[in-house]
């Protein structure tokens, strides 16, 4: 029997694996110390921990644990990256050059940067989501200082060519950041392959527990440095002052340590499940997938169902959890920025239903899905008048709509 | 946010979906909101010789809540006179769904698919369209 509701919005977060907390709960009730307290063992021991922790964060992404600075989550590992590096690096340039479908983190704080003088170029990606190199190469002028490209895209999934942007910046002596966040833990990333030099990722996507996460900052060719964004007792040599979190800390590496075991065999399953559920339902008459069919990561699929509207939808499906870029969902009621930035049509965004799978999915949950999404599917567009109208070969842009 | 009881029961056995003969000088048909916004909602009306409602029809592309609206307003409009109709106001609807301030709109979407079917009503038996006020989005 499976249980529901069944949870497919793992790009939103995970469930954190029993085996991470597991390991996190002795340093709760027994191992409370502080780990900057040099006096007693209480401190010892959970400075060890969060050695050991960190070695473990590093080794995920091939840094070394020097180079991990930790944080509450890429949320600020991100502010800390654009805001630290734009203070730091003033003398050399303004200029920062960044992508449209960029997470909020990113977007919001290249807004507040333009405020403070920051000159930020945002490139438009293609109709499958993908930023081109050339693109990139274009933009990049004396004064730009820093390039930041997500990873992969946690709407899409849509994965970036990462190691030849991480090159071209290398060639051309400007700083590269990668918002990691959807990626790490899922598909092999190695900063040094990858030309890396900031990189944010959190825990809670990988299976790890809710506010942590951390910026590696390169310590070797070039050696970086960000200015603090909070000031303090100078932990994380300086750029992040704060009570270290030894709990989140000590999960966030024990679920690296098992990302790191056990990413490929769950990336290969992760794929078969993905796609059973995106051919099934892209067998649907005007489903459509969003995003690069090929570059995307193993968990993810945005599929648009057209004439049907997104939250409509979701509460047709009130048994499995996914997430919608309808604006019905969101407070601003603007359909996904992500998806009008591929150029799909404000009626298809308002269609599009994103499914994340995890470590947990199932087959059988999978098979729940697809009938489920099937029949939710076919009975709102026996409720949709422009389902109707599509099927009495009326186009729908000859209509004048009343405005909104 | 959760949806209240009565929201789901109208989303899950919808009342009065369907099409009525647009062509026909009984039936006023409204078509209102726009793809773009996430929300179109199509509500016809057949008119008997006495001047009472006698059939109401809609379908809706929209949130659960654009739905259960429309689907309430079908089931009110039923057996109502046209001036009747014309007094039915969102906030009835509001209030009967137990909706949330964010989809007040989707309600407001329900009145304006009224008197648009009613206007279109008017105008094909020779009335003059009624002035709506446009409403407050
Ligand atoms: C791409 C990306 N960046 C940043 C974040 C923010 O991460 P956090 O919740 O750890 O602040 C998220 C998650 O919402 C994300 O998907
Ligand atoms: S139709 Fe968009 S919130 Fe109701």
Redesign the interface.
Known sequence: MIKLPIYLDNNSTTKCDPRVFAEMTPFFLEDFGNAASKSHAFGWKAEEAVDYAREQIAKIIGANSKEIIITSGATESNNLALKGVFEMYAAKGNHFITVSTEHKAILDACKHLEKLGAEVTYLPVGEDGMIQVSQIKEAIKPNTVLVSVMYANNELGVIQPVREIGALCKEHGVLFHTDATQAVGKIPVDVLADHIDLLSFTAHKMYGPKGVGALYVRRKNPRVKVTAQMDGGGHERGMRSGTLNVTGIVGFGKACEIAMQEMEAEGARLRILRDKLENALLQMEEAYLNGHKEHRLPHTTNISFK??????LM??IKDVAVSSG???TS?S?E?SYVLKNLGL???LA?SSIRFGLSRFTTEEEIDFTIKCVTDAVNKLR???????MFKEGID?KS?E???? | MAYSEKVIDHYTNPRNIGTLDKASAQVGTGLVGAPECGDVMRLQIQVGENGIIEEAKFKTFGCGSAIASSSLATEWLKGKTIDQALEIDNMEIVEELALPPVKIHCSVLAEDAIKAAINDYRVKNGLEPLELEKSHH
């Not at chain 1, 026996?382 to 109707?388: D, I, K």
């Open positions: 004439y049907v509207e997104g939250e409509g509460m047709g309808s604006a019905c407070a009621l359909p049509d404000d009626e308002h026996e409720m949709s008048p422009l389902w109707e729908l209509i709509w009343s405005e909104h």
